[in-house]
């Protein structure tokens, strides 16, 4: 009998080998002459640098090239991220434009010298993908002024790199990186006019990414608001690319662009606040908006559900929630186990939130951002809703959960939210249901938690957190019945009449890859009946 274990033995010694005999084949005289068999062609259409002003931070001082020490440049010795920096080019759109094109190319020149043939770090598929775009984009600098020689050499290597990037791209694990290979391949058949080899391969590559990893509301079906908001910024920087360069633009780029924009609409431009569920923190995406301004796109959407997700609105309200089951397994390496979890913004000021995500996967806060007890929802035994695995340097939903029995009432003077999930069925033998209501003559909220088993035989432990803003301030009355909280001058009063209500100390990850201390507010109690209801109430003061 063949146990658990020696499966995974025997699933990483394939793994391995199979990593190994792909080393052996990529640095063979084999597959460099496959991807070096390129096309006499000319560098015809040369991309405005401007349109990836969306994905580019353009700075304010911009850089001569001179400033640089070019002769040493590939020699430092650099750490990961420097090095990802320097060779994916993206510098180059912070040079200024009165830089030596001399001098640029010579860049260029010495990187091939350098990486003519391929080199597993140097040409990593995003790495290739990234540098090609820089390369092509910043063609004033890059190509403008510069001898045959050069110009032959220059137009080979990016055709090069664009056929290690067609051989890749099916290996490629992460769909960010297949996005931005895919859009690669499609610039460089534009630029090139080589329909055949390059335009045609990437505007396949980019149907099979709208079919498998976009629903039919035009939703990413991970799930992930972030992931949302990166497609659809390079679904136009293509669409920017064919228009340009006065090629005829597929259909189905505008109608991907058409649903994407109603989900930003929905989860962005309704809101214009960052609602931290699924892998998300503070962005900000007020320069976006003026980007799509002053490209002429207006997207509109007033549903109040879409992907999962609820947001309610007045005036001075927003309450929305996380009312979606859990993505496939190979969408949900950035998923968090925030199942009906909810946020609360008045005024502008987060009330309740949860409190983000910290992306960096080899940091233990990854991890530790991605649990239940990080979320305004409710938690059993300390554990989370969804169980996590981990596959190399990430995590990934090993047992998901379902949300059914959704409902959402949205009225003049009557908001309610509900929804039930079966993320603690078989640990528990327990079904989670909450119901929000929401009072908007009286500003109150009354939160409805259950708990529901058909045989508690045990007793189990339960806590329901509603996490802080960092710059809320918090006080429990003396008789311990409520708590209350003020936001910039904004006072609330949370209210459990049945259970204990305390304040605990927390992290929160709503910027980049960073924390800081914020608070809770935590109802905990214990639970050995059928049926257990945890009533409680935020109200304005």
């Not at 879409?306 to 089951?325: E, F, H, P, Q, R």
């Not at 999930?421 to 119901?435: A, M, N, Q, S, V």
Request: charged share 25%; hydrophobic share 35%.
């Amino acid at each position: 009998m063949i146990n658990t274990n020696s499966l995974g033995i025997l699933g990483q010694f394939y793994f391995d080998l199979k990593k190994k005999f792909k080393s052996i084949y990529q640095n063979s005289n084999f597959y460099e002459k496959k991807i070096s068999k390129t096309f006499d062609k000319n560098f015809e259409y040369k991309p405005s640098p401007h349109l990836l002003s969306s994905i580019i931070k353009y700075q304010n001082k911009k850089y001569k090239i001179e400033d640089f020490a070019i002769d040493s440049i590939w020699q430092n010795d650099l750490n990961s991220k420097d090095y990802e920096k320097l060779n994916n080019f993206f510098w180059f759109f912070s040079l200024d434009l009165k830089s030596s094109k001399k001098t640029t190319q010579k860049v260029i020149k010495n990187w091939i010298l350098n990486n003519t043939k391929y080199q597993k770090k140097s040409w990593e598929f995003d790495l290739t993908a990234k540098r090609i775009i820089s390369w092509l984009s910043n063609h004033q600098l890059t190509y403008e002024d510069s001898d045959q020689r050069y110009r032959t050499t220059f137009n080979h290597m990016v055709q090069k790199q664009t056929n290690h990037l067609l051989n890749e791209i099916k290996n490629s694990e992460e769909v960010e990186n297949k996005m931005i290979g895919c859009a690669a391949i499609i610039l460089t058949g534009l630029a090139y006019k080589n329909e055949k080899q390059y335009l045609l391969n990437g505007l396949n590559l980019l149907k099979n990414i709208i079919k498998t990893s976009i629903d039919n509301q035009g939703f990413p079906k991970s799930r992930n608001i972030r992931q949302l908001i990166f497609y659809l910024k390079y679904f136009i920087i293509i669409r920017e690319w064919f228009k340009e360069s006065q090629s005829l633009i597929p259909e189905y780029i505008d109608e991907t662009i058409y649903y994407l924009g109603s989900s930003y609409a929905f989860i962005w431009g309704n809101v214009k606040e960052d609602i931290f569920f699924n892998g998300n923190y503070s962005s900000d995406n007020k320069d976006f908006d003026q980007y799509l301004k002053r490209f002429g796109y207006n997207f509109k959407n007033q549903i109040n559900e879409l992907g999962g997700y609820v947001i309610l609105k007045n005036k001075k309200v927003i309450l929305t929630a996380d009312i979606g089951s859990s993505p496939n397994k190979i969408f949900s390496n950035d998923y968090q186990a925030g199942a009906l979890s909810f946020e609360i913004i008045s005024n502008d000021k987060k009330l309740i939130s949860n409190t983000g995500y910290y992306s960096e996967k080899n940091n233990k806060f990854n991890k530790l951002s991605r649990s239940t007890a990080l979320h305004s929802a409710l938690t059993i035994e300390d554990y989370s809703s969804c169980d996590f695995k981990k596959n190399k340097n990430n995590f990934f939903v090993n047992k998901g959960i379902k949300v059914i029995k959704k409902n959402i009432v949205f009225e003049n003077n009557y908001w309610k939210i509900s929804g039930t999930h079966d993320g603690y069925l078989t640990k528990f033998g327990t079904i989670y249901e909450r119901e929000i209501e929401f009072y908007p003559q009286q500003m109150k909220f009354v939160g409805y938690d259950k708990l529901f088993r058909k045989t508690p035989n045990k007793e189990i432990k339960f806590d329901i957190r509603f996490h802080l803003d960092p710059n809320s301030k918090v006080m429990k009355t003396q008789d311990n019945k409520s708590i209350l909280i003020e936001i910039d001058e904004e006072g609330w009063k949370f209210n459990c009449d049945n259970f204990d209500i305390n304040i605990d100390n927390g992290l929160y990850f709503g910027n980049k890859n960073s924390y800081k201390e914020n608070q809770n507010i935590y109802i905990s109690g214990m639970n050995n009946i059928k049926e257990q209801v945890i009533k409680w109430e935020i109200s304005k003061l």
